[in-house]
């Protein structure tokens, strides 16, 4: 392929532009004499642009996020002029092979996740047989709420469900679990069966009928750097968020089993039925893992259902090998776990898995209707419809894990499910076990690295020449936990005195604290942080994201905000730590010459 005019360094749409434009817009004519070899023309043309779209996207210096013309143009007035560029959809006609065109423009549009640069959020680019599993997925169009709606879908949910669970340590004979369209779901299905299990009344009366008000008010504990998904679930459940009780986090973020306990004793003492505690392995911001052993104490010694949410985590703490990275999950205490393989495995997004301890006879109990036009098997598991094959075996070791029936869709609050089970499957038999734990252990040991290169940088500064001041220095929050690491870099231009630039950057050379919250922290270095992050997106060579965190307490400081790169993307080798380094202080000077980082009198 002729890379002279797709360079991305040449075109802001990363080569589509030229191809985008010129190619015809006019409707198909020829004959189609089968959907099918319609299909195989699609399919045929699809491949070749599709894998075109990844070897531009994967081209040096390829954008991430490819903007308008005008560099400039981002953000909402850039959404404004894609919404202009594609709002026309109805027509009495429709483009036909015009089609195409569009689709090379949606692509040139899309933001980049095959590039090494991609360390933006908790995904990365798909592996390409996870391409092939959705394309299948979608091919087979199956609905996997009853068996006989994707036999093989349901059986394959089944496997990989049972698989993950023994990773997990659950017991074998009874453990299962589901998929659902991303983590939010999976935690929320926690919450609303352990909801119905504990106060069975509410999914006949309702929370009016007694569940909501008096001892019976039901009361949920996650920490304060868990995903709000729980508190989204809570809204969901008719819990409510005055209900959703904030335990506090140690200095490195992670759950105080002892501030949980004191909560949860609080909590019944003041007439609250604590019933949930939902613990984090793997936090969105620090990837921090929540000491499981010692909650699971707390959960057993208050008769608690214990979700962890490890849809970050998961891959990491299921696969990995011990000399990596050790994590004790307490398999018998633990009632359900999220997992998220899309993100750290390379199955497409969306792919999250609830696997639960007790089978899903717990979730059919807790949130089933039975509703006799769609599931054909009666309470004891005996086929109503003598053409249904939804029963389990009532002895099998999968009836047991089933809850009775391969009909599993009644254990979801919903109907319709996509099986996405399929496309895990098949990247789990394509790759095979080792591949999950090789690129798992890769994630840890880059982020240990890109850790170690920033106090490297320091340091090789420190020893160059000392009359020259650096554009500036690196700040690691924390020694990172899992495969995500925090930082700052503090420009020189924050600060009108060297002697407390110097001061702040021989600090910086030391390992980190490890009580993030007891020390104090230059608000201006999070106004830099966003300053930074802004002008990379314009130089959008690599993309990268920032966060902060607030105070754990009322009268505590909280954490300015600092850049965060989860190491998921498989790609990234030392040149590409390196380079975001380089784009950082890149975006720095241009920021600096632009009169944008602005200075000031020293705070302390």
């Known amino acids: 392929m002729d890379n002279s005019n797709t360079s991305p ?6 080569g589509y532009a030229e191809e985008a434009t010129t190619n015809s817009s006019t409707r198909s004519t020829a004959p189609v004499s089968s959907e099918s070899e319609e299909l195989r023309n699609l399919l045929g043309k699809a491949a070749n642009m599709l894998a075109e779209h990844v070897a531009r996207c994967q081209a040096p210096g390829a954008r991430i996020v490819p903007s308008a013309e ?49 360390l933006y959020k908790l995904y990365a680019a798909p592996t390409a047989i ?10 087979l169009n199956n609905n996997a709420h009853v068996f006989n709606g994707s036999p093989v879908g349901v059986v394959l949910e089944a496997v990989v469900a049972s698989e993950l669970a023994a990773l997990a340590g659950f017991p074998a004979e009874t453990a299962g679990g589901l998929t659902f369209p991303g983590g939010s779901y999976s935690n929320m299905h926690a919450l609303m069966a352990a909801r119905n299990q504990r106060f069975p009344e509410i999914k006949t009366h309702g929370m009016a009928g007694g569940g909501g008000g008096g001892a019976r008010r039901p009361v949920v504990f996650t920490s304060q750097h868990a995903h709000y998904s729980l508190e989204k679930a809570a809204i969901a459940a008719g819990i409510g968020l005055a209900n959703v009780v904030s335990v506090p986090v140690d200095g490195g973020g992670r759950m105080d089993a002892a501030a949980l ?8 003492a003041t007439g609250g039925t604590p019933f949930f505690v939902n613990a984090t392995a793997g936090t969105t911001v620090l990837g921090a893992f929540d000491p499981l052993l010692e909650i699971a104490r707390v959960c057993g010694d208050h008769d608690l259902w214990l979700h962890v ?73 005996v086929a109503q419809d003598s053409h249904s094959n939804s029963n389990a075996n009532s002895g099998s070791a999968w009836a047991r894990r089933l809850g009775g029936s391969w009909d599993v869709g009644d254990a979801t609050m919903g109907c319709g499910r996509k099986p996405d089970a399929i496309k895990l499957w098949i990247v789990w038999r394509y790759y095979g076990t080792r591949y999950f734990t090789a690129r798992v252990n890769r994630a840890r040991t880059a982020a240990l690295a890109f850790a170690q290169m920033l106090l490297d940088k320091n340091r090789a500064v420190d020893a160059a020449d000392s009359a020259s001041l650096p554009l500036g220095f690196w700040r690691l929050l924390t020694a990172p936990e899992s495969t995500c690491v925090c930082f700052w870099f503090v420009p020189r231009a924050l600060y009108d005195s060297s002697a407390k630039f110097e001061e702040m950057r021989r600090l910086a050379m030391r390992a980190p604290d490890a009580d993030i919250f007891g020390q104090r922290y230059d608000q201006r270095w999070g106004r830099a942080t966003k300053t930074l992050f802004a002008r990379m997106g314009v130089l959008s060579k690599v993309l990268v994201d920032y966060a902060q965190l607030d105070a754990p307490a009322p009268g505590a400081a909280g954490v300015p905000a600092f850049f965060r790169l989860p190491f998921n993307n498989p790609n990234v080798t030392a040149e590409t730590m390196a380079s975001v380094l380089d784009c950082i202080e890149a975006a720095a000077a241009d920021a600096a010459a632009a009169g944008l980082l602005v200075g000031g009198p020293d705070l302390y």
Not at 77 to 105: C, T
């Open 130 to 139: 996870g391409v092939v599993g959705e394309a299948l997925t979608a091919a």
């Open 70 to 118: 005008e560099e400039e143009e981002v953000g909402s007035v850039w959404a404004e002029r894609l919404a202009a560029e594609f709002g026309q959809l109805a027509a009495a006609e429709g483009v036909g092979d015009g089609i195409w065109s569009e689709i090379k423009r949606i692509c040139a549009l899309a933001t980049n996740t095959w590039s090494e640069g991609f």
């Open 261 to 268: 306990r004191r909560l949860v004793e609080e909590s019944a």
């Open 9 to 14: 360094q040449q075109s802001p749409n990363n």
């Open 309 to 381: 949410d490890a849809s970050w985590g998961g891959p990491l703490a299921l696969f990995a090998d011990r000399s990596v990275f050790d994590y004790t999950i307490p398999h018998a205490r633990v009632n359900s776990l999220t997992i998220n393989p899309h993100k750290l495995l390379g199955v497409p997004l969306q792919c999250s898995v609830l696997l639960v301890r007790d089978g899903l006879r717990v979730m059919k109990d807790a949130l089933g209707l039975g509703a006799s036009y769609l599931f054909h098997d009666d309470c004891d598991g």
